[in-house]
């Protein structure tokens, strides 16, 4: 497991733009590994965004499709979940996520990224919240 935390989040107006990031304290170097984001609003269960694995293979939910982007670069601030033209649904507080190692095998892209159950370490949470 790996100790992850989360940044970015804040206040925004319907139809802006906010970018969070997630480091990992002791940096995040598996070869072979699946990355993502998580959301839960209030009375909600946790719900997958979006998720990246180490073949290139993106999954996105239906409702953030074409308005966020997941993007993975080095070791230490390694996660980045760039959200456009954002909708007052998207409130919520926001997770990374990761799981890796030397043999891990991700699972094909579509719904099994976006279980939290494939995933072994969280970060705490930011929350973003959009005004209408």
């Known amino acids: 497991q790996v100790e992850l935390a989360e940044s970015g989040g804040g206040s925004v107006q319907a139809g802006g733009s906010l970018r969070l990031s997630c480091s990992a304290s002791?940096?995040?170097?598996?070869?072979?590994?699946?990355v993502g984001w998580f959301r839960q609003a209030p009375g909600e269960e946790r719900e997958g965004v979006a998720a990246?694995?180490?073949?290139?293979?993106?999954s996105y939910a239906k409702s953030v499709k074409g308005r966020f982007t997941i993007s993975k670069q080095g070791t230490k601030n390694f996660l980045t979940l760039q959200m456009d033209n954002l909708r007052p649904e998207d409130t919520a507080m926001y997770y990374c996520?990761?799981?890796?190692?030397?043999?891990?095998?991700?699972?094909?892209?579509?719904?099994?990224?976006?279980?939290?159950?494939?995933?072994?370490?969280w970060g705490q949470g930011t929350q973003v919240t959009v005004s209408s």
């Open positions: 996520a990761a799981v890796g190692g030397p043999i891990y095998l991700p699972p094909p892209p579509g719904r099994a990224p976006l279980q939290p159950n494939e995933y072994n370490s």
């Open positions: 002791e940096g995040f170097s598996h070869r072979r590994y699946l």
């Open positions: 990246l694995d180490s073949d290139g293979r993106t």
